[in-house]
């Protein structure tokens, strides 16, 4: 009787863990050489995206996963302000939708990233 028990947890916890996943939406925001609002969590030695991850966490976002896309691999101004030619992408909760735009991330449509105008839409994944 207790494993019947066990495994009906199990499965309510599984259901509600799939159901939750599916409240999972993607933002990306254009980075800079350095004037990324992460940078002051990356040191050099720590991956790049636990910084990302780090930053948002710290905005009271959860983050399921963070990655980039290139949509530019030709020459870059070296000015702190200008764009590195990635598009850092992220994938959090419905939830914290507003949060994260007000850090200046911009919600993802239908696979349709968040392209600079002037540039192709052409992307190549990255880290």
Request: charged residues 25%; glycine residues 6%.
């Amino acid at each position: 009787m207790r494993q019947a028990g066990i495994l009906f947890l199990f499965l309510i916890l599984s259901f509600w863990a799939c159901d939750n996943k599916q409240n999972l939406i993607e933002l990306d925001i254009v980075e800079t050489r350095c004037m990324n609002e992460w940078d002051d969590y990356y040191n050099g030695e720590n991956n790049y995206r636990d910084a990302v991850e780090e930053y948002l966490e710290q905005n009271g976002i959860s983050v399921y996963r963070v990655y980039a896309h290139t949509y530019w691999d030709g020459p870059v101004c070296l000015a702190c302000s200008c764009p590195t030619g990635r598009l850092i992408v992220i994938r959090i909760e419905e939830e914290d939708r507003l949060k994260a735009e007000e850090l200046g991330f911009q919600f993802v449509k239908n696979e349709r990233y968040n392209v600079p105008e002037n540039y192709g839409s052409t992307l190549v994944p990255g880290f």
